[in-house]
Antibody
Framework: QVHLVESGGGVVQPGGSLRLSCAAS????????MHWVRQAPGKGLEWVAF??????HYADSVKGRFTISRDNSRSTVYLQMNSLRPEDTAVYFC???????????WGQGALVTVSS | QSALTQPASVSGSPGQSITMSCTGT?????????VSWYQQHSGKAPKLMIY???NRPSGVSDRFSGSKSGNTASLTISGLQAEDEADYYC??????????FGGGTKLTVL
């Protein structure tokens, strides 16, 4: 079965950087696109980024600051987050794409707190 | 990209049916059959309930069904059960090659 485990969350000061990792198992990683979705405390879901064989896409709120990448040899997707702001504070979920840009299977999330 | 519009809350009694809506534009919901619905219990990761407007992943109860008309998608839950109480989110692919979520609907089972 699909298993996704996020890591790398923590507390960072405004303007700082953090890299999240998501280790995948239970499926042929190279064949699937991957998403990052976040959820601020007490708020709704916000799509962040997407990567597949032909490139990556970002929400306007993170474009130019966040970079999604993948290492197919390690079955891992990453989210490099730079110039972090307090409003980036959220639980970050990675998710395996199913079809139609739909996150099908989700990890349990990693909490990122941006605070001085 | 503006969030899709969902009612803040809906409620129903056990055994009843409820329908919740998700309204977008002709650049997202109205343009593509790529609408999904997620169930999220407090403190848990979201769970996919419906994808591509009408399709259920394996393991999801057939009490859950989806539909779409124009720029509005809907999720119907029949035979409401206590464990259905959760937050529900819709999402759609957009013409900007992004994904947009709705603000979420809190379902209360009375």
């Amino acid at each position: 079965q699909v298993h996704l485990v996020e890591s790398g969350g923590g507390v960072v000061q405004p303007g700082g950087s953090l890299r999240l990792s998501c280790a995948a198992s239970g499926f042929t990683f190279i064949n699937y696109a991957m998403h990052w979705v976040r959820q601020a405390p007490g708020k709704g879901l916000e799509w962040v980024a997407f990567i597949r064989y032909d490139g990556s896409h970002y929400a306007d709120s993170v474009k130019g600051r966040f970079t999604i990448s993948r290492d197919n040899s390690r079955s891992t997707v990453y989210l490099q987050m730079n110039s972090l702001r307090p409003e980036d504070t959220a639980v970050y979920f990675c998710a395996k794409d199913g079809s139609g840009w739909c996150p099908h299977n989700w990890g349990q999330g990693a909490l990122v707190t941006v605070s001085s | 990209q503006s969030a899709l519009t969902q009612p803040a809350s809906v409620s129903g009694s056990p055994g009843q049916s409820i329908t919740m809506s998700c309204t977008g534009t002709n650049s997202d919901v109205g343009a593509y059959n790529y609408v999904s619905w997620y169930q999220q219990h407090s403190g848990k990761a979201p769970k996919l309930m419906i994808y591509e407007v009408i399709n259920r992943p394996s393991g999801v109860s057939d009490r859950f069904s989806g539909s779409k008309s124009g720029n509005t998608a809907s999720l119907t839950i029949s035979g409401l059960q206590a464990e259905d109480e959760a937050d529900y989110y819709c999402s759609s692919y957009t013409s900007s090659a992004t994904v947009v979520f709705g603000g979420g609907t809190k379902l209360t089972v009375l």
